[in-house]
């Protein structure tokens, strides 16, 4: 008997792309990307945030990254509108109230402009409103949640690209791009450990 392995997809997701392989809208989904059968996202991007999203065709390691159980880091770039203030990034380390409770601590710092890809279309500008970049990473999973925390600071968020997934990163894997890797027994009962 041949030891289990796992297909384990990472795709950079441009925007304006549903994470899901159908949809009854005519709207660019994951189909239009990914050739692989047998795959099925393990967890979500939002179809206005960009970068890596990952997909497997092993069940338990499906759950392992998207289940908020088990708080897997995810990691962003934020770029957001407004030159965001060091108590911003405080509340954000410190948790931030939203509607549905309060979140659990962030990872975030102010950077300087993250050398990235065009978005198409580009993000809306304001002539006299400055914007500024961080770094987020959280373990929840919620419903846009980056957004909903940059906005709870008072700085929305303009452009959001997912850059890495617990131990997977985005590298330099273009956008509508992926990469398959194949997971034997060994990085599966690791990953499970986590």
């Known amino acids: 008997m041949s030891?289990?392995?796992?297909?384990?997809?990472?795709?950079?997701?441009?925007?304006?792309?549903?994470?899901?392989?159908?949809?009854?809208?005519?709207?660019?989904?994951?189909?239009d990307f990914i050739p692989v059968k047998d795959v099925y996202p393990a967890g979500r991007l939002d179809r206005d945030s960009e970068g890596l999203l990952l997909l497997t065709d092993h069940g338990k390691l499906q759950h392992q990254v998207s289940d908020p159980k088990n708080r897997m880091a995810k990691t962003y770039l934020a770029q957001v509108e407004g030159e965001i203030s060091d108590e911003a990034i405080n509340a954000l380390c410190a948790g931030v109230s939203l509607k549905d409770g309060p979140t659990l601590p962030a990872s975030a710092r102010r950077?300087?402009?993250?050398?990235?890809?065009?978005?198409?279309?580009p993000i809306r500008q304001r002539k006299h409103i400055p914007t500024s970049w961080l770094e987020l990473s959280i373990t929840e999973g919620r419903?846009?949640?980056?957004?909903?925390m940059t906005a709870a600071t008072g700085f929305p968020t303009l452009r959001l690209v997912r850059i890495r997934v617990g131990p997977w990163s985005l590298e330099d894997i273009e956008p509508g791009e992926y990469r398959l890797l194949?997971?034997?027994?060994?990085?599966?009962?690791?990953?499970?450990?986590r």
């Open 182 to 193: 194949e997971l034997g027994a060994k990085e599966l009962a690791a990953y499970s450990q």
């Open 143 to 148: 419903n846009r949640q980056v957004r909903r």
């Open 3 to 31: 030891p289990p392995k796992a297909r384990l997809i990472l795709f950079n997701k441009p925007f304006d792309v549903l994470s899901q392989f159908t949809d009854g809208d005519g709207r660019r989904t994951l189909a």
């Open 111 to 121: 950077i300087d402009p993250p050398a990235l890809w065009p978005r198409i279309p």
